[in-house]
């Protein structure tokens, strides 16, 4: 059906500044544990289970990718006219940032056209809880997004190949963190190897690579974009 207001003005116009709903009765408003987490926020969502857990399911993004990236700590510098926001950024500052003020910073964002989602660390050497927890929040974020309105790229970190088992949507331009995975060929083998099983199990239209354009690659399908990093740009060289 169509409407006088897209999804994310009608968003807009029916939240605060600080991104609470002013025209929607908020459920279970007198319970603050429902709050807890951002649990109040998931009404809506669709979702795929994994291992008995619901994890919120990304629509794919299949629009332009000719942006203006900017990371989050810019974002007041910005007018958001053919601009994307990313948070690859260290997870204190994403927790900080973004997960727990997240009706904050959405309403905040609300000038971009395209949000990335946010990068958050995926380990090897730790127990699978911790990557499940990173994807789960992840893909949380990114869900309320789209269901705010907004157009948002998936981010894909992994650690193994069950990373990419839910949550991920067919089809869509999909972004990565290339950076800090050159350290040692072990590194670069198993990034590799993920960009590969990324592309067997989501199959991205395109894909986009926040880092060094210099890193080698697998032979791949799906067409490759890189974007500036705002990390090792800012290494020293001597």
Request: glycine letters at 6%; aromatic letters at 14%.
């Amino acid at each position: 059906m169509e409407t006088l207001f897209s999804e994310k003005e009608m968003y807009v116009l029916a939240h605060t500044a600080k991104g609470k709903p002013t025209f929607i009765k908020e459920p279970h408003k007198g319970n603050p544990m429902y709050k807890y987490d951002n649990m109040h926020l998931s009404d809506g969502m669709e979702t795929v289970e994994y291992h008995g857990l619901e994890i919120p399911l990304l629509k794919p993004y299949t629009g332009t990718t000719e942006l203006d990236y900017q990371p989050y700590s810019q974002w007041r510098k910005m007018n958001g006219d053919g601009q994307a926001v990313h948070f690859f950024m260290n997870d204190n500052g994403f927790r900080s940032a973004v997960w727990n003020k997240l009706e904050q910073t959405t309403y905040n964002l609300r000038k971009f056209d395209v949000l990335l989602t946010p990068d958050f660390s995926m380990y090897v050497d730790r127990m699978s809880f911790y990557g499940i927890q990173a994807v789960f929040m992840t893909r949380f974020v990114g869900a309320y997004w789209q269901k705010c309105g907004y157009k948002v790229i998936p981010t894909v970190s992994w650690s193994n190949a069950d990373s990419f088992k839910y949550g991920l949507p067919q089809n869509s331009v999909i972004a990565v963190c290339g950076v800090g995975v050159s350290w040692s060929m072990a590194a670069v083998e198993l990034w590799q190897m993920g960009l590969l099983e990324l592309e067997k199990r989501v199959r991205p239209i395109e894909i986009i690579i926040y880092g060094n354009d210099k890193l080698e690659l697998p032979k791949l399908h799906a067409p490759v974009k890189f974007i500036i990093d705002n990390i090792t740009k800012n290494y020293r060289n001597d």
